[in-house]
């Protein structure tokens, strides 16, 4: 090193200024580009729209993709020099979070300004946790190797944190609320398109790719358990576009998988289990692991709570409401009258969130001879059943058709109740 050049620490600090100012500007955009609100005192969190009928971005009215390309180039710019002077994983994760950020806001205050406007500051700070999500997503190699160098005692009061985080959030992302325009939420955005998507499948590329690594490593010392890993690491991922593999669950679960094996492979190479993880493909398959954990364990609450919920109890509560009709020839006016009735001893509550968070209530219309029973899940369901109904009609023949068009009805025959949502919650894609 010449005596002009800077040293680890001064390099350091730059890094850590430079990513400061990449973040500045993902502020600076937020506020100039984002929909100035209606109300007259506006909060200090709301962005101002100064940008938005400038000179400067008039000159891009017909050209929305220069503008977004355009707009981007500064926080490239200043991430990339804040990535090459600081070894720090943390200053690159801030980094790529104000780039994704100052994207995120570009789009949306250009292509979409009245979606954010319609969110309000709920918008962007959508914007602001899904680029947060990609960017942990993208660094997990480099973040697992950061937290593989630390003590355990540190490192799960690092990861706890985040694994609780993730599953709470996946928990109570629903996308009802009553105080917004039409009950619509955008905190399932984060969840879906975030968790469940592009995260997940972030997880399976760092799987495949941790597996071939340790193929690699493995193909003179073990040619033929080489070979294998590198033809999987291959083969799952075209399997996979090919529509022949789920996603979800599955894909989580077949990613641990894969990690833990490319884990194992390279351990057995180098001959320790410390030295495989502290290796190339070992820090890719801790962090496909480090990431999936959290989504596996969110997802698999979300789908506990949505069955305890849909099977249990609101089947307390169907139950109770066709005793009450069998009783009095009518559904009740309200829930808590099957308590008045002795029906129930207590009217169940959705099993979706935490309380702390908000309680979740079943939503009851009562129709006379009819009901709907409605309750909102994580994500965009919403899941609503209705009663049987039999078919009794005073004039006339009976209907042919029913639900299922394949299966003929008798005369007298019920219809069975009917949820709008199915048994277990959806998958993604």
Do not use: H
Request: net charge negative; hydrophobic share 50%.
């Amino acid at each position: 090193m010449s005596p002009d050049a800077p040293g680890p620490d001064r390099r350091s600090a730059a890094g850590w200024a430079l990513a400061a100012a990449t973040i500045a500007y993902a502020v600076f955009i937020y506020y100039g580009i984002g929909p100035y609100p209606s109300q007259n005192e506006v909060p200090f969190w709301q962005p101002r729209g100064f940008l938005r009928d400038s000179a400067l971005m008039a000159s891009f009215d017909e050209r929305p993709l220069t503008a977004l390309a355009a707009g981007v180039l500064p926080a490239l710019v200043l991430a990339a020099s804040a990535c090459a002077l600081a070894r720090s994983v943390l200053v690159r994760t801030a980094a790529v979070w104000a780039v994704l950020a100052s994207a995120f806001f570009l789009y949306y205050g250009l292509q979409a300004p009245r979606i954010w406007e319609f969110f309000g500051w709920r918008g962007g700070a959508v914007m602001a946790l899904m680029s947060l999500v990609l960017a942990a997503a993208l660094l997990a190699p480099w973040l697992a190797g950061s937290w593989l160098r630390l003590r355990w005692p540190l490192r799960l009061a690092v990861y706890l944190p985040i694994l609780a985080a993730v599953v709470v959030t996946a928990r109570n992302a629903t996308g009802t609320n009553p105080k917004l325009a039409f009950n619509i939420s955008p905190w399932p955005v984060v969840t879906v398109f975030g968790f469940d998507g592009l995260a997940t499948l972030i997880v399976g590329i760092l799987a495949c790719l941790a597996l071939g690594l340790a193929g690699w490593r493995l193909r003179r010392r073990r040619p033929a358990l080489g070979g294998a890993a590198i033809a999987a690491a291959v083969a799952i991922p075209v399997l996979w576009v090919g529509g022949e593999l789920g996603g979800g669950m599955l894909l989580l679960g077949a990613a641990g998988a894969l990690a833990a094996a490319a884990l194992w492979a390279v351990s057995a190479a180098v001959g320790n289990l410390t030295m495989g993880a502290r290796s190339a493909p070992g820090y890719v398959a801790i962090g496909a692991l480090l990431l999936g954990i959290p989504l596996f364990a969110g997802r698999a609450c979300v789908q506990l709570d949505y069955r305890i919920t849909r099977n249990d109890r609101a089947q307390q509560i169907i139950d109770a409401l066709g005793s009450y009709y069998e009783r009095e020839g009518l559904y009740p006016e309200r829930l808590g009258d099957l308590v008045k009735a002795g029906d129930l001893a207590d009217i169940p509550e959705p099993q979706i969130g935490l309380a702390a968070f908000g309680r979740q209530r079943f939503i009851y219309q009562n129709f006379g001879t009819d009901y709907l029973l409605e309750f909102a899940s994580t994500g965009w369901s919403q899941c609503a059943y209705n009663p049987p109904w039999e078919d009794d009609p005073e004039d006339g023949e009976p209907e042919d058709e029913y639900a299922d068009p394949g299966e003929a009805a008798e005369e007298g025959e019920a219809l069975p109740g009917a949820w709008s949502c199915p048994s277990t919650p959806p998958e993604l894609w």
